[in-house]
């Protein structure tokens, strides 16, 4: 059997939950400009649509790079879709850093969740109008 969330002991849980926290914590702090009037400094209202856009178009560049087979123009030691996928990780952590704090225990809820659901198992994946991907 693979390892999975359940496998882990309690504390393994929480330094698990705490961890995802802190990345989310960490990336927001570190692009907080982003957050940032760039000719003020002040605050920004960010827009939740624009951001989760911002996240679609990584993951756009992400399918163009691996339809491509292209290399990275920045980081040109990796692959294009490797690189874009972790942009849009940075976006996705950044936005749970500044707007939610509690992203480590909803992942893990969520994990959880996934775990048992009637239509993510294999044999129902498989009928009629199951889900193929």
């Known amino acids: ?52 856009m911002l996240v679609t178009s990584e993951l756009s560049e992400a399918l163009e790079g691996h339809r491509k087979n292209l290399m990275d123009d920045k980081l040109t030691q990796y692959k294009m879709y490797d690189v874009e996928i972790a942009d849009a990780l940075i976006r996705l952590f950044d936005i749970a850093g500044a707007m939610i704090p509690d992203i480590g225990y909803i992942l893990v809820n969520k994990l959880e969740f996934n775990a048992n659901r009637e239509d993510h198992k294999p044999e129902n994946r498989i009928k009629n109008n199951g889900k193929k991907y």
């Open 1 to 52: 059997m693979s390892e999975t969330i359940f496998n882990l002991s309690y504390v393994q849980k929480e330094n698990f939950i705490h961890h995802i926290q802190e990345i989310s914590y960490i990336i927001h702090k570190l692009n907080k400009t982003w957050w940032e009037n760039p000719i003020t400094g002040q605050h920004l209202e960010r827009n939740i649509g624009e951001m989760l």
